[in-house]
């Protein structure tokens, strides 16, 4: 069931709200997702200057993976080139979605760009830019794209878990787990993003993504960092679109910081716009910290002040969580009851086997990041034309070696 909810009077922010779960009583039934994991690694498709595309996985749940070298520009242009006909069809799905499934049309979007513009940095405009021109298309849709997500919630899940949570492997744990219309066709053509920066651009990242989108909403660094995020509308009376996107924000993160403090830093120092929920984990340090912000307040949580503190959401030693939004019961109480089953044992495969499915979350996309090993786990919803079950936690995973990527050299040119 999908719920439509304006939460702005003046510039309508429309939700995908999708109530994937109606459980009217917190009583486990649990549900295992039995595929087995997918783990052999890359294989080269094809690739253009400063760009190489690989692909990983099987069948309809096939993930492709893109490295990228160069300026913003260069970069861009060969995301577009390696991307043509598919970011056309992403494009032209988002313009029907959006009348269809929003009762809207792609003027909000450039209302909310006018808003953000000025506080977008030049190297994510030149990036739009370069996607643009090689992909062949006109640099105003590549931007509409990019502001789905702050013209929209997202409502999903996330924690963070560390110390005795996951005594058996001392690892520390992160799950993004992304709930959001699966109509719409956004899922047809995930892509990993491996960005290679020139020196004194930052570092290398991956934005776990999809064709023609540069912002990040799921991703991991080579320093050790991942976000998580969900959306919400606890604070609707001060949102506004005059500040940076929280893509372009949470995308910062993983290019330019090298720590959780970092990381807190730019969230609290960010022009925030509407109300959002973060989570950053940092496996150099071992923890994450859970954020609930917005244009106007930004509270950092650890386990030991974690809220809401209500009797279906409970504070857990070494771990933060939030089920679907800020207070809500249906999520919150299974997520804290899965987490609290496998205390001491929380590891990857538990999370993928057990509690996704069981808690049902994670319609659209799932990323369960282990920041110790630096591997990850990561699914997609099945698109239109393709077999098997909707939802990305029921699907095949597929566990991605992040090292490898981020060593990943840029071939000399033959």
């Not at 001392?170 to 992304?178: A, D, F, V």
């Not at 071992?286 to 386990?303: E, F, I």
Request: glycine share 8%; hydrophobic share 40%; with cysteine.
């Amino acid at each position: 069931m999908v719920t439509l909810r304006p939460i702005f009077s003046l510039l309508v922010k429309s939700t995908f709200l999708l109530l994937c779960c109606p459980i009217l009583s917190f009583a486990l039934e649990i549900k295992l997702n039995e595929n087995p994991i997918y783990q052999a690694p890359p294989v080269f498709v094809k690739s253009c200057p400063n760009g190489i595309l690989e692909k990983v996985g099987e069948g309809d749940d096939t993930i492709q993976i893109v490295h990228l070298w160069g300026t913003p520009r260069e970069m861009g242009k060969a995301h577009g080139e390696l991307f043509k006909e598919e970011i056309a069809e992403h494009l032209k799905n988002i313009s029907e979605a959006m009348a269809r499934d929003m009762g809207a049309d792609l003027s909000i979007l450039d209302h909310v760009w006018a808003a953000a513009k000025p506080h977008v940095s030049p190297y994510f405009i030149e990036e739009m830019e370069g996607l643009a021109e090689g992909c062949g298309v006109d640099v105003q849709s590549v931007i509409r794209s990019n502001m789905i997500g702050e013209a929209s919630e997202w409502h999903c899940s996330l924690f963070g878990a560390w110390g005795n949570a996951t005594k058996e492997t001392g690892h520390l744990l992160q799950l993004r787990s992304l709930d959001y219309e699966v109509n719409a066709g956004i899922q047809k053509y995930p892509v990993i993003f491996v960005y290679h920066p020139n020196p004194g651009q930052g570092h290398a990242f991956a934005n776990f993504s999809w064709a023609g989108v540069i912002g990040a909403v799921t991703g991991i660094s080579s320093e050790r960092l991942a976000i998580s995020e969900i959306g919400d509308d606890y604070d609707k009376a001060n949102d506004t679109f005059d500040g940076i996107p929280f893509v372009f924000l949470l995308r910062d993160i993983l290019q330019f910081d090298h720590s959780l403090d970092e990381a807190t830093s730019r969230i609290k120092n960010a022009k925030r716009t509407t109300s959002l929920m973060y989570a950053v984990g940092d496996g150099e340090m071992g923890q994450a910290r859970a954020y609930q912000t917005s244009h106007t307040l930004c509270n950092v949580y650890d386990p030991a002040n974690l809220e809401p503190l209500v009797d279906t959401h409970p504070r857990i030693d070494d771990i933060v969580y939030w089920g679907m939004s800020w207070n809500v019961p249906a999520f919150d109480k299974p997520l804290h009851d899965m987490l609290q089953k496998h205390y001491g044992k929380l590891n990857g495969e538990v999370v993928v086997r057990e509690i996704l499915p069981t808690v049902r979350t994670g319609n659209l996309q799932v990323a369960v990041y282990d920041l110790t090993d630096m591997v990850v786990w990561t699914a997609n919803a099945r698109a239109d034309g393709e077999k098997g079950p909707r939802n990305a936690y029921e699907r095949q995973f597929v566990k991605v070696d992040m090292n490898s990527l981020f060593n990943r050299e840029k071939p000399t040119p033959q």
